[in-house]
């Protein structure tokens, strides 16, 4: 709905229905008018809202000029979502280094996930990578040689990560392993199962580890 539909300020108005800006009312207490921000305002100069700024992310002229906090969290919001859209523009050229497939090409939603490695930049489909990591080693390998070491560079990784985006830095691969393990933090360790189990991972463990009453034991 039109924001100058929702006016909450008292407006006069002059025989031919032009409207007079309302006194006393800072410019910073003016909404901004919906109709600018989508591109095209009908009461032009004579509407009773701000008409924004424009925002070269979204395109729309949405940005308060009297409100800066309101510019910066919406800026930073746009910028982090276009961030997103070129990643994952990006994303949909990378093949899987053993199937050579383009990841995000896969028949079914479930296998169009990248496999992250945490110590090597080889790109995988979570299938592959798996199906690699669950094998049963050659006869006289360790399995950490063998199993947990990259198909390609041999570097061993102890996890993986799966992801529905490549990295293109350093950074942005961190921000992913980052945010992969504060979503595990937040479920319950299976093996530890409240104290009636034992985990295989020890303190190693990604998963919330807490006794039935709630206690923590470990967190990391």
Same mark, same amino acid.
């Given at each position: ?18 409207? +007079? ?24 100069? $004579?509407?009773?809202? +701000? ?21 910066? &969290?919406?800026? $930073?919001?746009? &910028? @982090? ?7 994952? $523009? ?20 479930? &296998? ?11 790109? =995988?489909? +979570?299938?592959? +990578?798996?199906?690699?990591? /669950? ?27 799966? /992801? ?17 393990? &504060?979503? !595990? ?22 998963? @919330?580890? @807490? =006794? ?7 967190? !990391?």
């Amino acid at each position: 709905m039109p924001a100058w539909n929702l006016e909450s300020v008292q407006h006069d108005f002059l025989e031919d229905g032009e409207v +007079i800006q309302p006194r006393n009312v800072k410019p910073a207490d003016r909404s901004i008018c919906s109709f600018a921000a989508a591109g095209s305002c009908p009461r032009g100069d $004579k509407c009773p809202h +701000i008409h924004g700024d424009l925002c070269a992310y979204c395109g729309k002229h949405c940005l308060h000029p009297f409100r800066p906090d309101e510019r910066d &969290e919406h800026l $930073k919001a746009c &910028e @982090k979502k276009q961030k997103n859209l070129d990643l994952l $523009k990006y994303s949909q050229e990378i093949e899987c280094s053993v199937c050579l497939d383009r990841v995000l090409s896969k028949p079914t939603v479930a &296998e169009r996930k990248f496999g992250l490695l945490s110590e090597c930049d080889h790109p =995988f489909c +979570i299938s592959c +990578i798996r199906n690699w990591r /669950s094998s049963s080693p050659t006869s006289g390998m360790d399995v950490n040689s063998s199993l947990r070491a990259c198909p390609i560079c041999r570097k061993l990784s102890y996890f993986v990560i799966p /992801s529905v985006i490549w990295y293109s830095s350093k950074e942005e691969k961190q921000e992913i392993v980052d945010t992969y393990k &504060e979503k !595990l933090r937040s479920i319950d360790c299976k093996h530890f199962d409240f104290g009636n189990g034992n985990c295989p991972f020890g303190t190693s463990c990604f998963y @919330k580890v @807490k =006794f039935l009453l709630g206690l923590f034991i470990g967190m !990391l």
